[in-house]
């Protein structure tokens, strides 16, 4: 998908419940404005769905938690939170977000590498907030890994659950203003027993293998994909024809850790 100077935004209507929200991620899939068209015998690699044009509004903030385990893998609520966080939990593993992000899409300093589908790239998060609407990645040569943190049950980080990444499959005006592909062009690629590295910000390397890699419809059950018990990670990108605006068909690669 594209920012909305080179693509047709698709004003897609919100639900409360997780089925609608996840049916966001998979309907919002605009191609790339004359870029290679990613059919489903051909990789794909790039951030992949497209933001709306509808504004989101920030969450109600909540008061700082005294818990190592429930901060883990979160954004912090406030600086004084993530100050004890590093003074009683260095040993664990925290995305670096800074407070006062809001909605904004910021890298917390991991990289997500699979050598065999051409990826080694900068990972920055992006909060799902309470209306359910999940934002297009910015940037097309990036990852961009939703927190899911105020759906229980769903998505999570390299420490529980299942992280859910996504990435462009190509662009239209992005290589000296022309079209090329874009970072998870190469992921549809991906087949079982395909592996990948997970590198987060304080050193930890976690390992991945490929479970399952497939196209879906866009009205498939995207909830269940991205449940915590799902996969370990899961990366969606777009494939099939491109018609209309957008891709007709989502790939979705489950991995398990090793």
């Known amino acids: 998908m594209r920012p909305a100077s080179l693509a047709p935004r698709y004003l897609l209507s919100v639900s409360a419940t997780l089925t609608a929200l996840a049916l966001l991620m998979a309907v919002a899939c605009g191609g790339g404005d ?19 044009s509808t504004p989101v509004p920030e969450p109600t903030p909540r008061p700082n938690r005294a818990d190592c385990a429930a901060i883990q893998g ?77 759906w229980p049950g769903h998505g999570g980080y390299v420490n529980a659950g299942n992280m859910v990444l ?21 992921v549809r690629n991906l087949k079982a027993g395909d592996t990948a590295e997970y590198r987060t910000a304080g050193g930890k390397t976690i390992s991945y293998v490929v479970t399952e890699s497939k196209a879906v419809s866009p009205a498939s059950d995207f909830a269940a994909i991205v449940a915590s018990g799902t996969a370990d990670m899961t990366l969606i990108t777009c494939t099939g024809s491109f018609s209309g605006g957008e891709y007709n068909l989502r790939h979705v690669v489950a991995f398990k850790k090793v």
Request: charged share 15%; aromatic share 8%.
């Open 166 to 186: 996504s990435g462009h499959v190509d662009c239209g005006k992005c290589i000296n203003g022309g079209p090329g592909t874009a970072v998870f062009w190469s």
């Open 34 to 52: 004359g870029g290679p068209a990613a059919t489903p015998d051909q990789g794909a690699s790039g951030p992949d769905i497209e933001a709306t």
């Open 74 to 150: 979160t954004p912090y609520e406030s600086d004084a939170e993530r100050d004890w966080f590093g003074a009683n939990c260095g040993s664990l593993d925290s995305p670096a977000v800074p407070a006062g992000a809001g909605n904004a899409q910021v890298s917390i300093g991991d990289r997500l590498v699979i050598a065999s589908a051409n990826v080694n790239t900068d990972v920055s998060r992006s909060t799902v907030p309470s209306s359910g609407q999940m934002a297009d990645p910015v940037g097309y040569f990036n990852a961009v890994w939703y927190d899911f943190s105020g």
